[in-house]
């Protein structure tokens, strides 16, 4: 099985900035594309940051400058570095991966159990 661990979430000042990180373990072949999402109270769980294997990246309106994604592939590892944060950035963070446990098998998407951000003065 596959298992994504997230970390770095917390308690941060409008303005601070936090670095998540989300690291895939288990029977894993390949890694395919890697997302953040993020899912505030009452609100559907809206994507954040994706980057694909192929150097393709893509950011939400609302995050596009303030944050970085970036990947490790060869940890299975894949960031969020979050700066100038807001009030509104508040959510819990999910990481998403698509995961190929065997050679010439399908893609499977894999998430993290959710880390909480909360800016707040």
């Known amino acids: 099985q596959v298992q994504l661990v997230e970390s770095g979430g917390g308690l941060v000042q409008p303005g601070g900035s936090l670095r998540l990180s989300c690291t895939a373990s288990?029977?894993?072949?390949?890694?395919?594309?890697m997302a953040w999402y993020r899912q505030a109270p009452g609100k559907q769980r809206d994507l954040v940051a994706a980057?694909?294997?192929?150097?393709?990246?893509e950011y939400s309106d609302s995050v596009r400058g303030r944050f970085t994604i970036s990947r490790d592939n060869a940890n299975n590892t894949v960031y969020l570095q979050m700066n100038s944060l807001k009030q509104e950035d508040t959510a819990v963070y999910y990481c998403?991966?698509?995961?190929?446990?065997?050679?010439?098998?399908?893609?499977?998407?894999?998430w993290g159990q959710g880390t909480q951000v909360t800016v707040s003065s």
């Open positions: 998403r991966m698509l995961v190929q446990i065997q050679n010439g098998g399908p893609r499977l998407q894999y």
């Open positions: 288990g029977n894993i072949f390949n890694i395919g594309a």
């Open positions: 980057a694909t294997i192929y150097g393709g990246i």
